[in-house]
């Protein structure tokens, strides 16, 4: 599954609309009802209304009713691996901590982390027991 999810996010990867930065990203998000969505980067001439690719896939299930997540790969054409950001790390967690991160090289290869462990303490409107902690 992680394979067959890596080569959905290769084949987003070539929809990037990336013109101005040239880094191209694409994402693969598996529902828990083992539906794939794909995302790429999609860049605009304000720079700073650029959506990256794990925010396309979120923002595609969502309308499609889809909210229970289980995993999403991230890939670029880099050689190191190719790790959300902060704003999509927060996006993801609305869905849950627990979704599995798979960010990939250009080789495939990849390391996994939940977005919990990426974004220790990320921001809730009702903040779990174990969050309670960040307070004082
Ligand atoms: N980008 C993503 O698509 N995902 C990330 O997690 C980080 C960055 C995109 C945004 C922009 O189009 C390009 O990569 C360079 O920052």
Known sequence: MIQELINTAVAAR????APYSGFRVG?????EGGKV???C???????????CAERAAVFKAV???DTKFKA??????T???CTPCGACRQVLAEFGGDINV?????RKEFLEQKVSQLLPGYFTLTPAAGNTTLKG
């Open 14 to 17: 070539e929809k990037a609309y």
């Open 37 to 39: 969505y794909n995302g």
């Open 27 to 31: 994402a693969a998000l598996l529902t």
């Open 72 to 77: 999403i790969a991230v890939i670029s054409d």
């Open 41 to 51: 980067n999609v860049e605009n001439a304000s720079y700073g209304l650029t959506c």
């Open 63 to 65: 309308s499609e009713g």
């Open 102 to 106: 798979i960010m990939c090289n250009n």
């Open 79 to 81: 050689e190191d691996f």
